[in-house]
């Protein structure tokens, strides 16, 4: 019998994320890097503006569910391929608890 855990990949690659942008509405990205306070997604060929408020909605799979979590950020880069780096100061503790195993130290 598989390990329970095992089902559970703690990369930070792939965990689909939606941002609710102001200009736009709701944009669709995946996760590229997790780190304390950053978070680095891919938008496809979606350019987000420089120092924009953005609420990031991520579902963090878990064993036999989803847990949805949101962080208030801020965009601090954005490159015309649509990847963009997202900076927030504070989070839930049941966020933060939830994104441990997805955190790179660099």
Do not use: W
Request: hydrophobic letters at 35%; a neutral charge.
């Amino acid at each position: 019998m598989k390990d329970l855990n095992s089902q559970i990949t703690a990369s930070p690659q792939g965990i689909s994320v939606v941002l609710n942008y102001g200009p736009l509405g709701f944009v669709r990205a995946v996760t590229e890097h997790i780190s304390h306070n950053l978070i680095q997604v891919n938008t496809g060929s979606i350019t987000l503006n420089h120092q924009t408020e953005v609420e990031i909605v991520m579902s963090i799979p878990g064993i036999g569910h989803s847990e949805h979590h949101r962080i208030s950020a801020q965009v601090e880069h954005c490159d015309e391929s649509g990847h963009a780096l997202l900076s927030f100061r504070r989070c839930c503790k049941k966020t933060m608890l939830a994104l441990q195993p997805y955190l790179t130290l660099h």
